[in-house]
T-cell receptor, first 116, second 115 residues
């Protein structure tokens, strides 16, 4: 089956520190990979995505590269801000022939707190 | 910017009672989803809905669960007889189309507490 494993939190960083949140996956078929972010009191928002091997997704200074050889999609940011404090979810979806609903399979989420 | 809304934000119910969780998807979206997250665990897919019928469901989505689009705007999840293990955060999502190019937009969630 499909599964996503991401590093346990919480993660606390000082402003301008470097962020890495590890994510690895197992999938039947060829997955697309996503990072979602949930700010306090809000729904999950798509942060970035990558649909094939070696693609790099990027948004708001965050980056993640689809590594098929290591089945990983680690999230990185060079300099975090207080406003980046949120819960980050790694997720995948797999396309099947005959098209399904592209359900997302999520990791547990990693809570990031950035302190001034 | 259009957004998915969910009501209530928090629902407390007694075991065995029926609950209905409500969602208003984005107005021009055609695909609708429910996910849930038990505290400390992963966000799990429950069901997807298109063209007034279920298109896919997980093994979690048993006969106690049902979904409905009663009018042109609402999308509901009903749990007929709640159990303690149904306590979770329930997220509704919608997308304009299905496929990796189309983002699923999530609501803020309803926290269901079964006592």
């Amino acid at each position: 089956g499909n599964s996503v494993t991401q590093m346990e939190g919480p993660v606390t960083l000082s402003e301008e520190a470097f962020l890495t949140i590890n994510c690895t996956y197992t999938a039947t078929g060829y997955p697309s990979l996503f990072w979602y972010v949930q700010y306090p009191g809000e729904g999950l928002q798509l942060l970035l995505k990558a649909t094939k091997a070696d693609d790099k997704g990027s948004n708001k200074g965050f980056e993640a590269t689809y590594r098929k050889e290591t089945t990983s999609f680690h999230l990185e940011k060079g300099s975090v801000q207080v406003s980046d404090s949120a819960v980050y979810f790694c997720a995948l979806s797999v396309s099947y022939s005959g098209a399904g609903s592209y359900q997302l399979t999520f990791g547990k989420g990693t809570k990031l707190s950035v302190i001034p | 910017e259009p957004e998915v809304t969910q009501t209530p934000s928090h629902q407390v119910t007694q075991m065995g009672q029926e609950v209905i969780l409500r969602c208003v998807p984005i107005s021009n979206h055609l695909y609708f989803y429910w996910y849930r997250q038990i505290l400390g665990q992963k966000v799990e897919f429950l069901v997807s809905f298109y063209n007034n019928e279920i298109s896919e469901k997980s093994e979690i989505f048993d006969d106690q669960f049902s979904v409905e689009r009663p009018d042109g705007s609402n999308f509901t999840l009903k749990i007929r007889s709640t159990k303690l293990e149904d306590s979770a955060m329930y997220f509704c999502a919608s997308s304009q189309e299905t496929g990796v190019g189309y983002e699923q937009y999530f609501g803020p969630g309803t926290r269901l507490t079964v006592t």
